[in-house]
């Protein structure tokens, strides 16, 4: 029992020993620290951070030691060694040398300035944008940078860092100094956007201009200007897919861009429209209503309150009544047909084509009349077609070579007359009027369609004559 106590003992005397060298030897840079034997102290700090394994002491020491930089580095700073100051500041990795820190890369960098070597400049500016982002002398460095960059002609290095000025400093002395360089910047800028509408990759020229739109400059007005044009040309694009929402969207946002442009988007509006009411004429003409209205009621996606659509819808469906009511008396037209009662035929043919007029009704007629007469007098009918063909060509031809030859001939002259013969098929007649003189002998002669009042000429001077 005694030896243990004596073993516990011997190990709290062990520790307390080791405790006071450890104290010992955090004191020893400590007092030099509070001593401002700033240099000595961060030796001693080095190697007792290195080996303590105490926490709180390591963590003290490490804080004391970072002071130890930062009064160094105000000894530098009120020199005016800005490149020693920062070295310290930096190894001091504390708030407060952080405050210092930027001061000096900044004096660095105007040094370079003076000294015309505006990349060392650069490379200071950068390391207080990029770590010492709360500095007051941002606006001033973005000034600089951007000055900078655009004597090298960096351009969009320039603009972005215009860009994080003006978002982040708009009202700022620096922000209103540099826009006069920024303007001159503008146009390349824009020309660049521009060129991307020239291979027609709208969407990323009205991109590129939104964003230059969101600065201050005195090429705002022209920028959308350039983007309520690009939105016409979205709106033809649209067009030619037939998504009238999407036309009707482009036409709005070009107006929204460009107020002036109120009477030509009202003029497009309309023209779009004429487009729309030419394509659903086309199925109307082939008797498609439903389908014709669909289409025109795509004109109220571009003008909701379009009278003129809304009229011509109204006179389509009339259209399509009649049309229904017409195709009715077509169709019973054609039943007395098939049957032969011509005359019945006729007279449907025609109160269909009162109600709706078509082309096919229309020939349908004329067809029911040239049967009507073939069934009473054939042969009259078809020496009727021939005389009366083009406005009487073929009599008044006949009738000239005639009296040609008796004026050469006088009584010697003789005819066959008018004859006509029943020719193969149905309705199909052959008409004939022979010429005699001494020397010569005309055989004239057609064959006539009386359904149709088609005349085919059966030699050559019937053909020739027909083309008198």
Not at 74 to 101: M, P, Q, V
Not at 361 to 366: A, D, G, T, Y
Not at 426 to 455: C, G, H, M, Q
Request: charged letters at 25%; aromatic letters at 12%.
């Amino acid at each position: 029992m005694k030896m243990k106590i004596s073993i516990i003992i011997l190990i709290l005397m062990i520790a307390a020993s080791s405790n006071c060298l450890l104290n010992s030897r955090f004191n020893i840079p400590h007092q030099l620290y509070m001593k401002n034997n700033y240099v000595m102290a961060i030796k001693h700090y080095d190697k007792f951070i290195a080996t303590s394994d105490n926490g709180a002491l390591s963590t003290q020491a490490e804080l004391e030691r970072s002071d130890c930089y930062y009064q160094l580095g105000i000894k530098a700073y009120d020199k005016e060694n800005w490149l020693l100051a920062s070295r310290l500041f930096f190894l001091s990795n504390s708030i407060i040398a952080d405050h210092k820190l930027d001061d000096c890369y900044f004096s660095l960098a105007q040094k370079q300035l003076i000294e015309n070597s505006p990349n060392s400049a650069l490379e200071y500016y950068f390391k207080i944008v990029t770590y010492l982002d709360d500095s007051e002398h941002i606006p001033e460095i973005l000034f600089n940078r951007i000055k900078i960059y655009i004597e090298m002609g960096n351009k969009l290095s320039a603009f972005n860092d215009y860009h994080f000025l003006w978002e982040n400093h708009p009202d700022n002395f620096f922000r209103l100094e540099i826009q006069p360089f920024v303007d001159d910047l503008m146009p390349s800028f824009i020309n660049e956007a521009l060129s991307f509408r020239d291979s027609l990759d709208y969407d990323i020229a009205v991109d590129m201009l939104s964003k230059l739109s969101q600065y201050p400059s005195v090429y705002r007005a022209d920028i959308f200007v350039h983007i309520s044009d690009l939105y016409l040309s979205k709106a033809d694009e649209a067009l030619t897919i037939k998504r009238y929402e999407l036309v009707k969207e482009y036409l709005n946002l070009s107006l929204a861009n460009d107020a002036s442009k109120q009477e030509i988007i009202n003029e497009r509006a309309k023209d779009i429209c004429s487009l729309i009411i030419q394509e659903g004429n086309e199925l109307l003409s082939a008797y498609k209503f439903d389908e014709a209205i669909i289409v025109y009621q795509n004109c109220f996606k571009i003008l909701p309150e379009y009278h003129i659509c809304t009229e011509l819808i109204k006179d389509v469906n009339g259209k399509k009544q009649r049309y229904l009511s017409a195709l009715e008396l077509e169709n019973m037209a054609i039943q007395n047909e098939d049957k032969k009662e011509y005359a019945l035929a006729y007279s449907d043919y025609n109160k269909s084509y009162n109600l709706f007029k078509t082309d096919r009704v229309k020939e349908r007629i004329q067809i029911m009349a040239n049967l009507i007469q073939a069934e009473k007098d054939p042969k009259a009918f078809a020496e009727k077609i021939v005389k009366e063909y083009q406005k009487g060509i073929i009599l008044a031809g006949v009738n000239a070579i005639e009296s040609s030859l008796i004026a050469q001939y006088s009584d010697q002259v003789d005819t066959s007359g008018w004859k006509v013969y029943y020719a193969i098929g149905e309705f199909k007649y052959e008409v004939r009027f022979d010429l005699f003189s001494p020397d010569e002998n005309y055989y004239y002669a057609w064959r006539v369609n009386l359904k149709t009042r088609e005349i085919t000429s059966l030699n050559k001077i019937s053909e020739d004559i027909m083309k008198r």
